[in-house]
Nanobody, 114 residues
Framework: QVQFVESGGGLVQPGGSLRLSCEAS????????MAWYRQLPGKQQREFVA???????HYADFVKDRFTISRDNDKNAIFLEMNSLEPEDTGGYFC????????WGQGTQVTVSA
């Protein structure tokens, strides 16, 4: 059974930084393009944040060079370094494989507020 455990979220002031982690089990992530999605308050749909393949990385336009996605296949984990956080970044952050359907974990909550 595929499972993702996200961690690293929390409360941070505008302009602050967080590093999110996602540990996978039940799969070997080396075989997959991995991604981060987020669910904003009051929204049902999760929106794409960033994805990482074997080498290539892609980001949503709103990231604007503030976030960096990375992967460690030996640890079966991916990460999201987030800098210059804005209140609009508040939401639940989830990792998954770029497959259809996507398995989801419980996510980790990020709150950006003064």
């Amino acid at each position: 059974q595929v499972q993702f455990v996200e961690s690293g979220g929390g409360l941070v002031q505008p302009g602050g930084s967080l590093r999110l982690s996602c540990e996978a089990s039940g799969i070997s992530i080396i075989a997959f393009t991995m991604a981060w999605y987020r669910q904003l308050p009051g929204k049902q749909q999760r929106e794409f944040v960033a994805r990482v393949g074997a080498v290539a990385k892609h980001y949503a336009d709103f990231v604007k060079d503030r976030f960096t996605i990375s992967r460690d296949n030996d640890k079966n984990a991916i990460f999201l370094e987030m800098n210059s956080l804005e209140p609009e970044d508040t939401g639940g952050y989830f990792c998954s494989t770029e497959t259809n359907p996507r398995p989801w974990g419980q996510g980790t909550q990020v709150t950006v507020s003064a």
